[in-house]
């Protein structure tokens, strides 16, 4: 085989690898639980809840930059390879977790970071091993591969979770092991170093302290705001937050400072003087945050609203989901390595500004959709949201690294990785809270009426319409009935009570339909206000791209 379609292949299991456990855990998380016997809806266990689904997040964007920068000093294949090691290493560690109960949990925590810093290394240098191996008329097409790799296991991970979570939960991890051993060991028999690393450079010690400090502290922050706090439903106004995202920025605005008295910098600010660069940095950063939390967001409408009234029940609706969720997919898939190709030849500019003006249009027909849509159109509208998708990503990235010298595509590669992963994270937490927002204002008033209607006692129903939102959100997002979870906390003596005054209203309530209308008006309400905000920051992404200026390759001469 010939080198460049080595490391293709390479760094697309790797990559492949990294995506499908960056979601994979969405699917299995109750039967995780399960397996360590915790409840993940009890107040005590939504900081294993959290940290599980966002800690990964966190921890690959910290470090994705501080690994580039490495890589272009230690040699970019040698990191790569420790990078592969390092996630199989993770991978075993989480399929043998042992323990029960909140130790189990943190070690999972524990283990699933040591995960994402192997992931940080793989994202770290994917793009840059590609853009070393292949010239530039065949680094749009190959760069598309790599990036439809990714789409792919972000989807292919929420259908993997579903299928081995009804297996066994180590399952879920150990399917990378193999993957993980094979990719490791073929990755130190034939990738070879085609740049040549700077190791004269020091370290910057200051810069990476500082990036990774203040990253962390904000990314926890935003994380920890998703927790109820002092009967609100999240946690925008706790001490705690407030001090993290505060502390976080502090840091991360000195940071550039910073990096402009260190002799070897780790974040080459002056790459921001190229046009072509700093347009598709900027791009990528609005992308991931309109369409980061939209495909979480779709997801849970799917799970928590339109797969229960068409007859599925709470346990199967995350794995369906997936499966509703994969015209996405195929939109991405059918323009990515196209787009990548095209882009080779014409550029990027044009592909990459009209992938995200195809995407708008989608996100504004989606706001006419009635929460119990058909089908038909809905798989269009993200069919077309993923065509958008795949004709912006492969285009921007290859004009991100053709603008930047050999010497320095480490860590443009990392910059670009995080301001994707940082993207997606704020994008989570933001749709989050949008969704949490409406609930709060409008969930307990029809939950109230809802449930007189059914029969129960006025006191009660005012008790019960008390649910946290969160609970409510995270309930559907894992696959359970939100009321079968607070009808299981009331005295047996109250249960007693509404069966007597109306045999059927219990039974009405725990039924797959019940909560999914009454959840729904506030829901779509709360959705067309985020797809409207995702347009817009789609259509900034859009101007962006079209200030990117022609095809240019190494446009600044760094040193």
């Known amino acids: 085989m010939e080198y460049k379609w080595t490391v293709l292949t390479n760094t697309t299991l790797g990559i492949l690898m ?100 192997g992931a940080a290394l793989l994202m770290a240098n994917s793009a840059a091993l590609i853009t070393d191996a292949f010239p530039i008329t065949e680094r749009g097409r190959a760069l598309g591969i790599n990036q439809v790799a990714g789409m792919v296991g972000n989807l292919v991970g929420l259908i993997l979770g579903g299928v081995l979570a009804t297996v066994n939960w180590r399952l879920v991890f150990i399917i990378s092991v193999p993957f993980g051993v094979a990719g490791t060991a073929w990755s130190y028999l034939k990738l070879r170093e085609l740049s040549r690393p700077r190791r004269e450079e020091k370290v910057d010690i200051p810069g990476n302290l500082a990036f990774i400090g203040g990253l962390v502290l904000l990314l926890a922050g935003i994380t920890y705001a998703l927790e109820p706090y002092h009967g609100e439903a999240m946690g925008w106004t706790s001490p705690r937050v407030i001090a993290l995202m505060s502390a976080g920025a502090a840091v991360l605005a000195v940071f550039p400072l910073v990096e402009l008295r260190v002799q070897y910098p780790m974040f080459r600010l002056e790459l921001f003087r190229s046009r072509q660069f700093s347009a598709g940095i900027f791009a990528a950063l609005l992308a991931g945050l309109a369409l980061g939390g939209l495909m979480i967001t779709l997801t849970v409408m799917l799970q928590g609203i339109w797969l229960p009234l068409h007859g599925y029940s709470y346990s199967s609706t995350p794995f369906w989901a997936g499966i509703y969720m994969l015209p996405m997919l195929f939109g991405f898939v059918a323009l990515g390595p196209l787009s990548g190709a095209l882009s080779d030849k014409y550029g990027a500019r044009e592909l990459a500004t009209g992938g995200m003006l195809i995407a708008f249009a989608a996100m504004m027909a989606m706001m006419t959709l009635s929460y119990n849509f058909s089908y038909l159109p809905f798989a269009l509208m993200i069919f077309i949201v993923g065509v958008g998708n795949g004709m912006f990503v492969a285009p921007n990235t290859a004009s991100i690294m053709n603008a930047v010298p050999p010497e320095h595509r480490g860590v443009a590669s990392g910059m670009r990785s995080v301001m994707t992963s940082m993207a997606n994270t704020v994008s989570i937490a933001l749709y989050f809270s949008l969704l949490l927002s409406a609930f709060e204002a409008k969930l307990p008033s029809a939950i109230y009426s809802s449930l007189v209607s059914a029969g129960f006692p006025q006191a009660l129903a005012l008790e019960v319409s008390k649910i946290p939102p969160t609970a409510a959100l995270f309930a559907a997002f894992l696959g359970y009935n939100p009321m079968q979870v607070v009808l299981q906390d009331l005295p047996q003596s109250m249960v007693s009570r509404i069966e007597a005054s109306d045999p059927s209203g219990i039974s009405d309530v725990l039924s797959n339909t019940w909560f999914p209308h009454v959840i729904a008006p506030p829901f779509m309400y709360a959705l067309r206000f985020t797809l409207l905000i995702s347009g817009v920051i789609v259509v900034v992404a859009a101007v962006a791209s079209a200030l990117r200026g022609k095809m240019a390759t190494q446009s600044l001469g760094v040193k």
């Open 18 to 117: 990294a995506m499908i456990n960056s979601s994979v855990l969405i699917i299995s998380l109750p039967a995780i639980f399960r397996g360590i016997q915790i409840n993940p809806l009890a107040p005590s266990s939504f900081d294993y809840l959290l940290w599980l689904l966002m800690g990964y997040g966190v921890v690959s964007s910290s470090l994705v930059v501080s690994f580039g920068k490495l890589s272009d000093m230690y040699g970019r294949v040698r990191l790569y390879r420790l990078g592969f090691m390092i996630f199989t290493l993770g991978s075993v560690l989480l399929s043998i977790t042992p323990g029960k109960g909140s130790v189990a949990a943190t070690e999972l925590v524990a283990f699933r970071m040591v995960q994402a810093v």
